[in-house]
C-alpha cells in the first residue's frame, strides 16, 4: 500500500485516484522539475529521479504527450536506485499552453493540473497593462483561475491604489492583490489560495518578483532573488519550471520569466478577459460590425463617452488578429500533414504493385 499523505499535500484527489485504477502495477507520482529528457519525481517514496519509459516516447504524438511540470503520473520505482520510469501520463484536468516559439505551429505545454494562477506584475515601471491581458487570456483559456498579484508593493510610488484601479479595468472580474514579498504585506492573503492541496502557478516576466513572492510563500530562501537592476528593470532569476510544497500544504510551481508569450487556441480566453467589450459588441446593430465606422455601434459608442478606453479595444482586436492568422497556420500544416501522409502511401502502393503479368 504506497502512502498518500505526502501525494494529498500537494493536490491528489479522488479524480486522480480514479484515474490510477487504469494503471495497476504502477505507482503514482507527480512530476516536480523538468529537465531536459529527464525528470524529478515524488511519490509515496519520496523524490525519485526519473524519466521517460521507450514505449510511451515512441506512442507520443508530439512533445505535449510527454510529462510537464505538474502532471501525475504512472511510474515503476526503483526506490534502491532512487530513480523511476514514467509509463503514463495521466489525464490533465488544466493545462497552461501557448504556441512555441519561432514558426513552428505547435502547442507548448507550460505546466499542468494547475488550480490557480497568479499572474505576477511589479508596482514599479515594468508594469505594462497590455502584457497582463495576454497573460489573462493565455490563464482563463488554461481551465485555471486567473488571479492578479501586484509586488514590489514596498517600492511602488505613492498612487497604488490608482494602478489597482486600473489594474482592475484590465483584469474584469478577477481578483487583484498588492503585496510585498520583502516585508510580508499582502502574503496571508495568497496563502489563502492553497488549502485542500491546491496548486497555484506563478506566471509573468523577469524580474517582477516572482522569486521573492515564492520565498515569502515558502517560509524560506527556495528561490535565488537578484536586487533589480539601475534602471528599475528586475533581473532574472528562475532558470526553469519547479514545482515546490508550500508548508502547510498545497503546491506552488514557480516558472521562469517568459520573453515571448504567443496565444495557442485562446479564443475562449480572449471572451474571458474582454468580456465588457464583448457585452458591448452584443449592443451593435450589426451581428458582423467591425467597430470601425459602422452607424449604431455600441462599441463605438463606448470609446466616444469614455467608457471604453482606445488603448483596450487595440489590444483586443491584436489578439484576435493574432488566433485568426494561428489558425490559418494550423490550417496549412493540417493540410500539407495530410498530402505528406498520401504522398507516402502511394509511393507504398507502387513500390509494392505488380503488372498482372508478372503474377505468374
Not at 496549412?332 to 503488372?355: F, G, T
Amino acid at each position: 500500500m504506497i502512502e498518500t499523505d505526502r501525494l494529498e499535500r500537494i493536490g491528489w484527489s479522488a479524480r486522480v485516484e480514479q484515474h490510477m485504477q487504469d494503471n495497476q502495477g504502477y505507482m503514482p507520482a507527480r512530476v516536480l522539475v523538468q529537465h531536459k529528457g529527464s525528470y524529478v519525481v515524488t511519490s509515496g517514496l519520496g523524490e525519485l529521479k526519473a524519466e521517460v519509459a521507450g514505449k510511451l516516447r515512441h506512442e507520443a504524438r508530439g512533445v505535449n504527450d510527454l510529462p510537464v511540470v505538474g502532471d501525475w503520473v504512472a511510474v515503476a520505482a526503483r526506490p534502491e536506485e532512487g530513480s523511476a520510469t514514467i509509463h503514463r501520463v495521466l489525464p490533465r484536468s488544466t493545462k497552461f499552453s501557448r504556441k512555441s516559439a519561432g514558426d513552428e505551429t505547435e502547442e507548448q505545454v507550460l505546466a499542468a493540473n494547475i488550480d490557480s494562477i497568479f499572474i505576477v506584475t511589479s508596482l514599479n515601471s515594468e508594469m505594462n497593462l497590455r502584457r497582463l491581458e495576454r497573460y489573462l487570456t493565455l490563464a482563463w483559456e488554461s481551465g485555471a483561475a486567473p488571479i492578479v498579484v501586484l509586488t514590489k508593493k514596498d517600492l511602488a510610488p505613492e498612487d497604488v491604489e490608482e494602478v489597482h484601479e486600473k489594474v482592475g479595468g484590465t483584469a474584469v472580474g478577477v481578483p487583484v492583490h498588492a503585496v510585498s514579498g520583502v516585508t510580508g504585506e499582502g502574503i496571508d492573503r495568497l496563502r489563502s489560495y492553497f488549502t485542500d492541496g491546491a496548486t497555484v502557478a506563478l506566471l509573468g516576466s523577469s524580474g517582477v518578483g516572482k522569486s521573492t513572492l515564492a520565498n515569502a510563500l515558502l517560509g524560506s530562501e527556495v528561490q535565488k532573488v537578484r536586487d533589480i537592476r539601475k534602471d528599475d528593470k528586475g533581473r532574472h532569476t528562475t532558470t526553469h519550471r519547479e514545482l515546490v510544497e508550500l508548508p502547510d500544504g498545497g503546491a506552488l510551481i514557480d516558472t521562469p520569466g517568459m520573453r515571448e508569450l504567443q496565444l495557442w487556441d485562446a479564443s475562449g480566453g480572449v471572451s474571458n478577459s474582454f468580456e465588457d467589450i464583448e457585452s458591448l459588441a452584443i449592443g451593435c446593430r450589426f451581428r458582423d460590425c467591425r467597430h470601425d465606422e459602422e452607424p449604431g455601434c455600441a462599441v463605438t459608442g463606448a470609446l466616444l463617452d469614455g467608457r471604453l478606453d482606445r488603448s483596450r479595444l487595440e489590444s483586443y482586436e491584436k489578439l484576435q488578429r493574432e488566433l485568426r492568422y494561428l489558425e490559418r497556420k494550423k490550417d496549412a500544416r493540417a493540410r500539407s500533414e495530410e498530402q505528406r501522409k498520401w504522398k507516402v502511401l502511394s509511393k507504398d502502393l507502387r513500390r509494392n504493385y505488380k503488372p498482372r503479368s508478372d503474377r505468374g
